[in-house]
């Protein structure tokens, strides 16, 4: 994906955007991480990523 232009996330962009751009996770891949959305979407958009051990916000 290129991230040099604006984009709207999705659930998978986003956590293939953790992985691509952290190491937060180690070498955990994106299919095996969990996403929720956690606003209301409005303006922005805030995600919880997490790989059952520990979890990280995405905003």
Not at 9 to 32: C, P, R
Not at 35 to 57: A, C, F, Q
């Amino acid at each position: 994906m290129d991230y040099s232009k604006y984009f709207d996330l999705n659930l998978d962009d986003a956590k293939q955007y953790v992985v691509d751009h952290t190491d937060f996770f180690g070498d955990e891949k994106a299919s095996d991480l969990n996403i929720k959305e956690v606003s209301d979407g409005n303006i922005n958009h805030v995600y919880r990523v997490d790989d059952g051990k520990k979890s990280l916000i995405l905003k």
